[in-house]
């Protein structure tokens, strides 16, 4: 249909007619990341939208304690806050200065909200804990909490992992499955952050760690690569297993790891959704 309606005399060779007809299907069905995901061609310059500031949040602080045992580097976290019903994930809240990548190496310097201003942003979450998400792969999130602790009960704010949310620049990942290694790009369509809590919001894609559940945050200006502390300063650290240390320091290092997560203790009362 496509040769007759362009003329019978044009001739289009067969592989880039079907190329031509999977972009059109793609940007039909509206399978495009991010906040403007919706009509022209995948490729298209995409407008950078900012992510919304953090700076008027009144954050639900929890108990101080030993930096171990809460998950942050100052003792106190500003995310999922009971501590005693999330015990392997926390919410820290950090600053630094510019735009720095979620998956940089710590270097050993406590912050946050309670110590000064970070390094890196790895720096807020304490020893023997890690910026969920650093290894690319769904589980260090999906083992520890379900989609609904994730989008209601991190608390205010956002507290976003070291991955973004797509497998491509372009177009919605397929359905992750266990081998799957998400990227930390910096900025526009599917770069934005995998993100818990009430100032998170969804995408078009929602399938990152949770089946039509996987919120992020909004803004295609700033992604893994490149947060700032105004905007996503709320970071979401997790608990490590038996493994997770050396894979934490390899791959906070900004490449991708590849070791799996060991399976950290999910929290008292919450399931688990597997992507």
Not at 142 to 151: K, P, V
Not at 235 to 245: H, K
């Amino acid at each position: 249909m496509l040769r007759s309606a362009l003329g019978s005399r044009l001739h289009i060779p067969k592989n880039a007619l079907v190329a031509l007809l999977g972009a059109v299907f793609l940007v039909q069905s509206g399978c495009l990341c991010g906040a403007e995901e919706t009509s022209s061609a995948p490729r298209r310059k995409v407008k950078e939208l900012k992510p919304s500031s953090l700076s008027n949040v009144a954050f639900s602080e929890g108990e101080k304690g030993e930096p171990s045992r809460m998950g942050c580097a100052d003792g106190q976290r500003e995310g999922f806050s009971d501590h005693g019903k999330f015990k392997d994930i926390a919410g820290c809240l950090g600053s630094w200065d510019g735009h720095k990548s979620l998956r940089d190496a710590p270097t050993g310097t406590a912050c946050g909200d309670d110590k000064g201003p970070c390094t890196t942003p790895a720096d807020v979450c304490a020893t023997n804990w890690h910026v969920c998400g650093t290894s690319g792969r769904a589980q260090d999130l999906s083992d520890r909490i379900d989609a609904d602790a994730c989008n209601d009960y991190a608390g205010p704010g956002k507290f976003i992992a070291a991955m973004s949310h797509g497998q491509s620049p372009v177009v919605c990942p397929p359905t992750p499955d266990e081998d799957t290694i998400f990227p930390c790009m910096e900025k526009g369509l599917c770069a934005e952050t995998v993100c818990c809590g009430d100032g998170c919001d969804f995408g078009h894609c929602r399938d990152a760690i949770w089946l039509e559940s996987t919120k992020i945050s909004l803004g295609t200006a700033e992604g893994c690569g490149a947060v700032s502390s105004d905007a996503n300063g709320g970071i979401l650290c997790c608990r490590n297993g038996d493994r997770d240390a050396k894979k934490a320091a390899d791959g906070n290092a900004g490449t991708e790891a590849n070791a799996q997560p060991e399976q950290a203790g999910k929290p008292a009362g919450n399931g688990t959704d597997t992507p």
